[in-house]
């Protein structure tokens, strides 16, 4: 068995790593590949290209970049911030924990975009958790600040990384398929999306309670 196309991996690890231009890191590690496997380097530039060409419709969703922008500027924050004050009980290990279940439930049921850095968290969620740490714990210190807003991207990596493979018809579900399938183990996707359940729960479960015991820190040190 030829080992070498492998080697696409460890160019993403190390590039990632330096801390290089993650495009360029991802190109790299494509032509890598191919041509290790024994592809023509034209035949690599043609497969990218076409790939590129056939789901040129995602650069659509830059035109959400604007839209979020003008809400910001007209107070989206803000305005989340106040609801979340105005709700009694609200708490950041609750909040999160809810969009946690939420991101979950919607990329399991194939609705990954919902969510998402730019559209949910930056403009909702991560005001929204740090005004209810403020509200619960009093003012944060800077690095405590950062730290809910960070909490807040992880929640949303987390509930869609393995919420998504519950949808049997996800792109990484179909991956997975064809690496069994050529290994010799012939799985259809239904049954690769029920098995990924019970690692979602877990996933749930596990950074669940690390939300929660980050909230109760943050409880800690205000005091």
Not at 11 to 37: C, D, E, K, Q, S
Not at 96 to 110: C, E, P, S
Not at 120 to 149: F, N, Q, S
Not at 159 to 167: R, V
């Amino acid at each position: 068995m030829n080992y070498w196309p492998l080697a696409g991996i460890a160019i993403v690890v190390i590039g990632f790593a330096l801390r290089f231009n993650p495009l360029m890191v991802v190109v790299g590690a494509a032509l890598a590949t191919g041509v290790l496997a024994g592809l023509d380097l034209v035949a690599v530039i043609e497969a990218l290209g076409k790939a590129f060409n056939d789901n040129r419709y995602i650069s659509v969703t830059w035109i959400i970049l604007p839209v979020i922008g003008l809400l910001e500027r007209y107070g989206l924050q803000q305005r989340a911030r106040t609801v979340i004050e105005g709700m009694r009980g609200a708490t950041m290990g609750r909040l999160l924990v809810i969009y946690l279940a939420f991101r979950q439930l919607t990329a399991a049921l194939g609705m990954k975009d919902i969510g998402g850095h730019p559209q949910a968290v930056r403009p909702l969620v991560a005001p929204m958790a740090e005004a209810a740490a403020e509200k619960t714990h009093g003012d944060l210190a800077e690095d405590e600040r950062e730290k809910v807003k960070a909490m807040a991207a992880a929640t949303d990596n987390v509930g869609l990384f393995f919420g998504e493979d519950i949808f049997f018809a996800i792109a990484s579900i179909l991956l997975i398929q064809g690496v069994f399938e050529s290994a010799g183990y012939p799985l259809t996707p239904l049954q690769l999306s029920v098995w990924a359940i019970p690692t979602a729960i877990c996933a749930f479960l596990i950074h669940g309670s690390r939300i929660l015991a980050m909230d109760r820190r943050l409880g800690r040190v205000a005091r």
